[in-house]
């Protein structure tokens, strides 16, 4: 018999000649793209810099694709975009110091959201590490602090030959549950010197299960069995598992209405009978959701935003599944069962009791109907209308990504993301910016579907640089700004706590968005609520890269945590 740990990777002939004898004129940098290619990676992010560029240096011996953006926080919207459409862990190459920390408010949501991303970060030369003031180029005295508090894990190599292990580990990390940003940096000098190490070949950095422990499974299932009022929360988790169809096969089993969390929109069909969508700002909702004797939650800290800020409070047993320990009953106490989303909803099916429950579909009509008629009261026909129009624009399975701005706040309830994975924006951390590069990313990830971006004008300033990145690598991404004279939604806010909004504060001057789209050679209009359909629709049939610019005021709806 054989024995897992008894298998050994024999290298094959072209292996073995590659290690005794390798190429003449690599440096440490090869060694970098190497591993990379070892793992799988086929797509590097990124920005040079003097200390990087032994790693830049390198790509040019590798089959790595590279793509720069024109700042390094845009480059990580991109590989987030990048990690969460295809699952693999997205390379971000950066330079130390200013470029390295203008990178972190992207890491920050990619670990807010959970998206695989490899960050390789050069450092100053190895004699000046320890924390000493050497005076070099970007120096800092602890690089790698900035980021603990950030990514998942952290990882400083010193010499050549912990390079491929440290990245191996950094991408291990990355790809176990709860998915996550990484952080490995390398002295310039390491960098830039040359090897006689062998060529890196095939890299064994398997994720590692996180599987739910049976016990814990058993009594979830039980409770879920014997449920009078059943109801489930789904959160990003399901869709960074790809388990929105064994959801669907369970809340179809336990007749279990469904609501997703913004983060997990398209996690459940919009239109199935026991559908509640994403309306978890409502106090319907929320009401609903109190009103469950037993409420799964898979895949969902269940914060501000899922529990409308913070306003829910669950009467019956609450069922938590959660990859992320630090989320796993934070905020309520649970059963709490730490495992992926998948495993986990996996065992619940195998062990739950069909239950009939032929008031389900009647009781989720009926919410639905109440919330309808709440936003109905409350005059907001153009947003609702134009929310519509991008829904029907967008081509069925085409990805949309959405910076914080109140188009997509609405996006966040009121959307129907038309699949699982469709849907992201910055909700994770909330910075602006987010929407533009992070569709870059996406037509990186996939060239064969038109990707929506969708930004207010405040937002689109964080990141009208990409427009040449666009341009430069004829991406597939139609760009909707929505242009309001400022930053719309802190003018709602203010007005509405104090009377009136600091004019000098959230009012902007914009330059033309078209004629500036025109300048980088992207092709841009402006257009109106009523044509908005049609020519975002054309837009996004056309190959490359387009901007649309769409002047209005929009307001969100009321909210019902205040009281």
Not at 286 to 305: I, R, W
Not at 431 to 443: E, H, I, M, N, S
Request: hydrophobic fraction near 45%; include cysteine; charge should be negative.
């Amino acid at each position: 018999m054989t024995h897992d740990h008894d298998l050994v990777l024999r290298p094959t002939a072209a292996q073995t000649e590659a290690a005794l004898n390798p190429p003449p004129g690599r440096i440490g940098g090869d060694l970098v793209v190497e591993t990379l290619a070892g793992l799988g990676a086929t797509t590097v992010f990124g920005l040079p810099g003097q200390h990087a560029l032994g790693m830049f240096d390198a790509l040019r011996r590798s089959d790595l694709r590279y793509v720069g953006l024109r700042v390094e926080n845009n480059a990580g919207f991109a590989a987030d975009a990048y990690g969460r459409i295809t699952g693999e862990a997205a390379p971000l190459l950066l330079s130390t110091g200013p470029g390295a920390l203008t990178s972190l408010a992207a890491l920050q949501e990619a670990a807010a959201a959970s998206a695989p991303v490899l960050a390789i970060s050069s450092q100053i030369p190895t004699a000046g590490l320890g924390g000493g003031r050497h005076g070099y180029l970007h120096e800092l005295p602890d690089q790698a602090a900035s980021f603990r508090g950030v990514v998942k894990s952290v990882h400083t190599v010193r010499t050549q030959s912990q390079i491929p292990s440290a990245i191996a580990a950094a991408w291990q990390s990355a790809l176990t549950a709860p998915h996550g940003p990484v952080w490995v940096e390398i002295p310039q000098d390491v960098l830039l010197a040359g090897t006689t190490l062998p060529v890196v070949t095939a890299v064994d950095a398997t994720p590692e299960d996180l599987v739910p422990r049976p016990e814990l499974t058993a009594v979830a299932a039980d409770l879920l069995s014997k449920a009078s009022r059943p109801a489930i929360i789904a959160g990003g988790g399901v869709v960074r598992a790809d388990a929105s169809g064994k959801l669907r096969l369970l809340a179809e089993k336990l007749n279990a209405p469904v609501v997703t969390t913004f983060g997990g929109k398209g996690a459940f069909p919009w239109e199935h009978p026991l559908s509640l969508r994403s309306w978890l700002e409502d106090r319907h909702t929320t009401d609903f959701l109190e009103d469950a004797d037993v409420l799964l939650v898979v895949g969902s800290g269940l914060g501000e935003l899922s529990s409308n800020y913070h306003t829910f409070k669950p009467r019956g047993r609450v069922v938590q599944i959660e990859a992320d320990l630090g989320k796993l009953e934070a905020n309520h106490p649970a059963l709490g069962i730490h495992a992926d989303a998948g495993l986990a909803l996996q065992a619940l099916l195998e062990t739950v009791c069909e239950r009939e429950d032929r008031t389900a579909p009647e009781r989720v009509r009926a919410l639905l109907e109440r919330v309808a008629d709440r936003i109905a009261s409350q005059d907001l026909t153009l947003e609702q209308e134009v929310l519509a129009s991008v829904r029907r624009a967008l081509p069925s399975g085409s990805p949309s990504f959405w910076d914080m701005t109140i188009l997509a706040y609405w996006a966040w309830s009121a959307f129907d993301p038309g699949g699982a994975n469709t849907m992201h924006s910055a909700q994770g951390a909330g910075g602006l910016g987010y929407g533009f590069p992070a569709a870059l990313g996406a037509a990186v990830a996939d060239p064969t579907r038109p990707v929506l971006a969708v930004s207010g004008d405040g937002g689109a300033l964080y990141s009208i640089a990409e427009l040449a990145t666009a341009r430069q690598y004829d991406l597939n991404v139609t760009w909707l700004i929505v242009d309001d004279g400022g930053y719309g939604i802190l003018r709602e806010y203010m007005t509405d706590a104090f009377g009136e909004a600091t004019a000098t504060a959230t009012e902007l001057t914009r330059p033309d968005y078209v004629a500036l789209a025109e300048a980088f050679g992207v092709p841009a209009l402006r257009t109106t609520p009523e044509s908005l359909e049609e020519d975002l629709a054309k837009s996004l049939a056309a190959h490359g890269p387009s901007v649309v610019v769409l002047p209005a005021v929009l307001r969100m709806f009321a909210p019902t945590h205040l009281g």
